[in-house]
């Protein structure tokens, strides 16, 4: 656990072996062998999707939604801002695809009795470093670079180390021409940790490097802290789908959450209420399979 769980929680949530077994095992899957990548990144799944489904998309930032009724039904406004200005639209039905927790949320509820306040916890800050650059693999144990064998490095929960992991990682496109470099050569490295990498931290993993980028996130939620997981029907027809992310965070979470939850509302909508929660639904699970 110590040195198998540990350093694969530490490359995935950047957390330790105490957080939920769920979130555990999701860790896990992620760093087996039949994980997944989209030619071209992982931005062409939205873009793809949103081609498929032709839905009309307004590019702005939401800044509230207000409740409003109409002939007794729940009519939901939704406030926006783009570079055209300031602007609004009703809907029958709003899907909130964004976190709502102090860190991250950016919008607020109006006219909601109760009202929707944030949730309760927090997002484990996370720093990447894209590095091109020498791997400096005396450090590693190996003087002589040509022969380090290893495109990724973990590590266990130790005080003071300033590193969660390291990949050598490849363009999102790549041609039958492609090759990874030779150890000795330089190549580019995403480096994961909890603090941004100083100068000092920087050439002790690097003999030396040309470029360095750094992205700064409030990546996953802190699972060790996790206490309730936040609700998925926030109002008659309104409904929050993030909260998948506090049981555990990964695209296919997410994806799955997406399908059940306009599967809820559609039942809902269409008021088939016996389609949801239903009680031998564990029974027909199984026996389909
Ligand atoms: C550093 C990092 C590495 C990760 N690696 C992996 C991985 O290897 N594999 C994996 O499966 N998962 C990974 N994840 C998790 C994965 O990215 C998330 O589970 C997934 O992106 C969640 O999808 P989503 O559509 O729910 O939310 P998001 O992808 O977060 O999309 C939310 C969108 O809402 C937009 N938005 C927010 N507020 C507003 C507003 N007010 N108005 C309008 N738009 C707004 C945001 O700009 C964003 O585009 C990683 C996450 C991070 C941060």
């Not at 027809?237 to 059940?260: H, I, P, R, T």
Request: with cysteine.
């Amino acid at each position: 656990v110590d040195d198998v769980i540990a350093a694969v929680l530490r490359s995935s949530y950047g957390q330790s072996v105490l957080v939920p077994a769920f979130a555990g095992a999701m860790s896990l899957a992620g760093a087996q062998g039949s994980t997944w990548a989209v030619e071209g990144g992982n931005k062409l799944v939205c873009s793809g999707l949103l081609k498929l489904t032709k839905a009309s998309v307004i590019s702005a930032r939401v800044t509230g939604i207000s409740l409003h009724s109409s002939d007794g039904r729940a009519l939901y406004q939704v406030h926006y801002e783009s570079t055209e200005g300031q602007g609004s639209a009703f809907y029958d039905m709003v899907v909130v695809t964004t976190p709502l927790h102090p860190s991250r949320s950016n919008f607020t509820f109006e006219n909601f009795d109760p009202p929707i306040t944030d949730f309760p916890g927090a997002f484990q800050p996370s720093v990447t470093s894209v590095v091109h650059g020498y791997l400096n693999s005396s450090y590693f144990g190996f003087p002589d670079p040509k022969l380090f064998p290893f495109t990724s490095i973990l590590t266990t929960d130790t005080p003071d180390l300033f590193f969660h992991a390291m990949d050598n990682i490849c363009p999102v496109n790549i041609s039958a021409a492609f090759r990874r470099k030779q150890p000795q050569e330089a190549a580019v490295w995403r480096v994961l940790s909890q603090q941004p990498l100083d100068k000092h931290q920087l050439k002790t993993l690097f003999r030396s490097y040309y470029s360095v980028q750094v992205t700064e996130w409030q990546t996953y939620p802190r699972y060790d802290a996790t206490k309730a997981l936040p609700p998925v029907v926030l109002h008659e027809n309104l409904f929050y789908l993030s909260g998948v992310e506090w049981v555990a965070s990964s695209m296919e979470m997410v994806a799955v959450a997406a399908k059940n939850v306009a599967l809820l509302a559609y039942n809902r909508w269409h008021q088939e209420l016996e389609k949801i929660d239903q009680k031998d639904l564990m029974h027909k699970v199984k026996t389909e399979l």
